[in-house]
């Protein structure tokens, strides 16, 4: 599978308790994004990676959410002190800066359950 | 910042007929449109796009057409399938030349198909 990956499918957790997800995009797009998906919405951006370094937060990303590319290849979502307002589908996609292409390609998704 | 509108948020139609979604957009800088079609519990999945130097764009039974002056777009499916029902969301980007832009997507609410066989 070439696609964008993404662990754990689903997840609930306890309000409270820190939960962190893992995306790993189609090899060789340098770009990363985080985006949020609630009920019946669009998705929301969250956050941005070039290689490793993280290039844009959104002020939706309260201090309890932080975001890593430690080696420009995976990405880790964490977030802390969970509340149930955070029960969302969170999707990653990755694209590839060369030649000004844009298409972003999507993960299928970590679904969070805060109880 | 960048606002997506999009309508109809539900649209149901015969198996066979044709489906039309429209978007607006509210930045003018916005120069790349892209399409999604969602399945239940799956990630977006890119369908189409198109970047604001053309007016039409067309893949087998899909299409997409814009509008900069009027800043909107519109999808339009063809002789509609049952596997067709999905969400579909249309978004908005600024995209560079040469690169340095960050390719965000602002996404509309979505538009839920249905088919009818």
């Known amino acids: 599978d070439t696609g964008v990956s993404q662990n754990p499918r689903h997840k609930i957790t306890k309000r409270g308790q820190n939960v962190t997800f893992r995306c790993d995009p189609i090899?060789?797009?340098?770009?990363l994004y985080w985006y949020r998906q609630t009920l019946g919405q669009g998705p929301e951006f969250l956050t941005y990676?070039?290689?490793?370094?993280?290039?844009?937060k959104s002020r939706l990303l309260s201090d309890r959410f932080s975001a890593e590319r430690p080696k420009g290849s995976f990405s880790t979502l964490e977030i802390q002190r969970t509340e149930q307002g955070d029960s969302a589908m969170y999707l990653c996609?990755?694209?590839?800066?060369?030649?000004?292409?844009?298409?972003?390609?999507f993960g299928q998704g970590t679904r969070l359950t805060v109880v | 910042g960048e606002n997506v509108e999009q309508h109809p948020s539900t649209l149901s139609v015969q198996e066979g007929d044709s489906a039309v979604i429209k978007c607006t957009y509210s930045?003018?800088?916005?120069?790349?449109f892209p399409w999604y079609k969602q399945e239940l519990g799956k990630g977006p999945q890119l369908i189409i796009d198109?970047?604001?130097?053309?007016g039409e764009k067309k893949d087998q039974r899909i299409a997409v057409t814009l509008n900069k002056t009027a800043k909107h777009f519109s999808l339009h499916i063809t002789e509609t399938q049952p596997e067709d029902s999905a969400v579909y969301f249309c978004?908005?980007?600024?995209?560079?030349?040469?690169?340095?832009?960050?390719?965000?997507?602002?996404f509309g609410k979505g538009t839920l198909l249905t088919v009818n066989p």
């Open positions: 996609a990755s694209s590839l800066d060369r030649d000004s292409r844009a298409e972003a390609f």
């Open positions: 090899s060789e797009h340098n770009r």
């Open positions: 990676f070039q290689n490793e370094a993280q290039l844009e």
């Open positions: 930045d003018s800088a916005s120069n790349y």
């Open positions: 198109i970047r604001s130097n053309v």
């Open positions: 978004a908005a980007s600024i995209v560079w030349v040469g690169g340095g832009s960050n390719y965000k997507l602002t």
